[in-house]
């Protein structure tokens, strides 16, 4: 079942949207060498303690930290650490949420520490995000689930990798509903499966979690021995970017975007649904 949100509930799900981005903008200043990754978890922690919200990663099926820090080869669920210092060169992904009366953010960035990254990395992560936000333009009143699989996929199979070789879209990984719980139906691909059919319709109300996965080689990943930290199995580098988007009468509503998406949906043409909070 999936669960179709009032207006009066976006609306709280865009303030913990909010707390969301307010984790991001925080934990990416602090994201530089020498720091580690349980110092980006304290820096997650604080800024839910300000905003008065709730983590929803910490106790998540046992997750025993308030983000999930994904660095080089980790696809994702990281697990923030003392004794994993962050080094110039290095490539992090930081994934997030919070809840706010009951309702739920997610969105994960990808971010580089220091400088001197190599032209791959840098392309690897801006084709990610840009195939997410080709993910978001076709959620779209009308369109069915495999539409936004689709517009993920098809940016990412036309972008040339460097070096020759096609780019790995994470086959075990992919978006999802979320509302009252952060995982919900319907799971979303970022790539089509045609057995799977075509997926529920699109319609106000309709909130999903859409976060690309993608490597510079392998699509298979494999889970370490903590049962949680997720890397490819070829130990290529990897980047994931993900934002909660709502669909509304008005449009799409980027809710973890602080201009709820309206710069980059402007450049497929459409408007971004207004914000609700302002």
């Not at 080689?217 to 970017?241: A, K, N, Q």
Request: glycine share 10%.
């Amino acid at each position: 079942m999936v669960q179709i949100k009032t207006p009066e509930q976006i609306a709280t799900m865009r303030a913990a949207g909010l707390v969301v981005a307010a984790i991001h903008a925080a934990t990416r200043e602090a994201a530089v060498p020498g720091a580690t990754t349980k110092d980006l978890d304290e820096v997650a922690r604080k800024v839910l303690a300000e905003h008065n919200a709730k983590p929803n990663f910490l106790g998540y099926g046992g997750f025993p930290a308030t983000i999930c820090t994904s660095v080089n080869e980790v696809v994702v669920h990281g697990i923030p650490s003392d004794e994993v210092v962050l080094k110039d060169g290095d490539v992090i992904s930081i994934d997030c949420g919070a809840i706010v009366d009951g309702w739920h953010g997610d969105a994960a960035y990808t971010a580089f520490v220091g400088s001197g990254h190599a032209p791959e990395l840098v392309e690897l992560s801006r084709v990610t995000e840009e195939s997410m936000w080709a993910g978001i333009a076709a959620m779209k009143a009308g369109n069915r689930l495999v539409d936004i699989s689709r517009a993920i996929e098809t940016y990412i199979r036309r972008q040339p990798k460097p070096g020759g070789g096609k780019y790995g879209i994470i086959e075990d990984y992919g978006g999802h509903g979320i509302g009252t719980e952060m995982h919900m139906d319907p799971h979303l691909l970022n790539y089509v499966e045609r057995r799977r059919g075509k997926g529920p319709k699109l319609v106000p109300g309709f909130c999903l979690a859409i976060e690309p996965m993608v490597s510079l080689g392998t699509p298979r990943t494999e889970v370490l021995e903590d049962d949680w930290t997720v890397v490819t199995t070829d130990g290529t580098w990897s980047s994931h970017w993900e934002h909660s988007v709502a669909l509304t009468e008005q449009g799409p509503l980027v809710l973890t975007a602080p201009d709820c998406g309206r710069a980059k949906l402007a450049e497929y043409g459409i408007t971004a649904a207004p914000d609700p909070l302002a």
